[in-house]
């Protein structure tokens, strides 16, 4: 039995060693793991798949883009949008309003140094502010619906122009109303560094009233915020390769936007109206990359100015809410800083101050458009109060990937259909008259 018992265990021995023996020789190829496309997998890196995308993409367009080609030629002409700006160049009413402009802002200006020295009282100064802003926007538009020689372009920038100045001269307003505050109960927490544009980051602050001079409200005007602060970030110095790397962008950019509309967008309005999925949303596409990356950057890079925060990821947007918190992040600071919480502090439940903001931005979409093509069709305005209902759609039965493919689908087939509708009705207006 001692023989037999010890044997097994030699028998054994050799089981273990020759098993050991065929690992080392045949590994294991197998172990518990999930497939990469799978939720469950963990795996984010698709820029392979984003590339074939974009291939696909452009090989789908080029058909159509031949076919453009082959009916009309090339409709690119440089030389027709440069004589468009420069025609009757002693009369550009455009470039009037924006030299006019810089009343608003000396009286804003103005109205806080005489409130800072007391020479105006509160009530006094608000009715002051109130005026100047409500002229703002009434003044342009009023001027851009009785000059006739201002163009749906041109009237299209100054409006814009215009808007931008409002929010900003809002925001100063604000501010420096906090820093009164803060000085009345000596609690001076708010600084600023001087706005004067320096290579090297200077530590020395300014506090109110300091901070009401004509160099500081400039600076304001020009940065890339609508958001006063009295202390901005500040970069180092000035990247020149950096800062030309934007400016070829944005001439480069500009220019494709222009040749994209003259040669493919203009004669599909002009034969006949079919939807404009495609080329709208590829120069709104064109168009974000051109204001919000290459232009903001480089007027931040010019100025120093360090917040560089111009966007979020608003393409991986599960949520319509997410997507207008993210695309166009200096407004939304401001409307959630001088309008959002501003409403919630008077008792505002947070659904009325939602749709409160949603109803701004509709009022401001309606008066880019309406104004400068001199017809009032409300089609921007109701888009915009559209997306109050379907944010709370997708918000509520639409997650994850379905939720991102419905906002895609609202961005590309929602704004196309709205810009239709302005084109039909613009077209209805003024050149069906002329042909009768």
């Known amino acids: 039995s001692f023989l037999k018992n010890l044997n097994n265990m030699n028998n054994l021995n ?39 995308c974009v291939v696909m993409l452009v090989l789908s367009n080029a058909r159509l883009f031949l076919e453009n080609l082959l009916k009309y030629g090339v409709l690119v002409d440089p030389v027709q949008v440069v004589s468009l700006f420069l025609k009757n160049p002693y009369s550009w009413p455009a470039a009037c309003l924006v030299i006019v402009s810089n009343v608003f802002i000396l ?44 163009t749906p372009v041109g009237g299209a920038f ?13 925001s100063y307003k604000d501010v420096n109303r906090w820093c009164r505050e803060l000085s009345t109960v000596k609690a001076k927490k708010l600084s600023r560094s001087l ?6 980051v200077t530590h020395k602050v300014v506090c109110y009233p300091g901070n009401l001079t004509i160099r500081d409200m400039y600076y304001f005007v020009f940065a890339p915020t609508v958001c006063y602060e009295l202390n901005f970030p500040r970069s180092a110095k000035v990247r020149m390769s950096f800062l030309l790397r934007r400016l070829f962008e944005m001439l480069f950019l500009i ?22 999925e495609v080329p709208n949303h590829l120069i709104w596409l064109i168009f974000f990359y051109w204001f919000f990356h290459s232009s903001m950057n ?81 089609w921007a305005f109701m888009a915009m109060m559209a997306q109050l209902p379907l944010a709370w759609f997708v918000g509520r039965f639409l997650r994850g990937d379905y939720g991102n493919a419905a906002v895609w689908m609202s961005l590309i087939i929602g704004q196309p259909i709205a810009v239709l509708m302005y084109v039909h009705d613009y077209y209805v207006l003024h050149y069906r008259q002329e042909v009768e």
Request: hydrophobic share 40%; glycine share 4%; with cysteine.
């Open 14 to 52: 050799c089981l273990k060693k020759n098993k050991c023996n065929f690992n080392n020789i045949m590994p294991h190829c197998h172990k518990t793991q999930e497939s990469l496309l799978s939720s469950s997998s963990g795996y984010k890196n698709y820029r392979g798949i984003f590339n074939w």
């Open 255 to 276: 220019q494709l936007s222009i040749g994209l509309t003259q040669q493919w967008m203009i004669p599909i309005i002009q034969s006949s109206m079919k939807p404009l």
């Open 195 to 200: 706005s004067c544009k320096s290579h090297t």
């Open 298 to 378: 480089f007027t931040a890079e010019l100025l120093c100015f360090g917040d560089r925060q111009f966007y979020k990821d608003w393409w991986n947007s599960e949520t319509v809410t997410y997507f207008w918190q993210n695309w166009n992040i200096p407004v939304h600071k401001w409307c959630l800083r001088h309008f959002y919480k501003p409403m919630l502090r008077r008792g505002f439940s947070k659904i009325v101050s939602q749709s409160a903001v949603f109803f701004l931005s509709a009022f401001f979409h309606e008066y880019l458009v309406s104004v400068p093509l001199r017809m009032f069709r409300l």
């Open 158 to 170: 100054v409006l814009g122009t215009y808007t931008i100045l409002f929010l900003k001269l809002y």
């Open 107 to 150: 009286v804003a200006l103005y109205t806080e140094r005489q409130l800072s020295k007391g020479s105006f009282s509160e009530l006094v100064g608000f009715l002051f502010h109130c005026i100047n802003l409500t002229i703002m926007l009434t003044f342009p538009a009023a001027v851009v619906l009785m000059v006739p020689s201002l």
